[in-house]
């Protein structure tokens, strides 16, 4: 009679163990899931930082922004080239 209630009793303590590690890794795990959630949100705003910052890149090296800052800062486009008149050719047949 006393191998049954000793049987019943550990069964009882595996069963409360048991569930007090499935409570502590479910409580770890939602932990972590949260930070996992902070760092994608994190991630998700440098990549819009990125594309934002590659627009603008690609607007301030544009020809036409060039230009523009050029003449702003008092370049202005050649009227006459400078080609010699007188050209020897580069290889003379012999």
Known sequence: MRKPVLTIGF??????????????VSNRILTSGSALSQVQD???????????????????SSLTNIYSEAEKNGF???ETSFVPG???PIAIKQ
């Open 86 to 88: 007188n050209t020897l």
């Open 42 to 60: 994190k991630l998700n705003a440098v990549k819009v930082e990125n594309t934002l910052l590659s627009e603008k890149l690609y607007s301030m």
């Open 11 to 24: 069964l009882l303590i595996v069963v409360i163990s048991l569930s007090m590690v499935k409570i502590f």
């Open 76 to 78: 202005v486009e050649a």
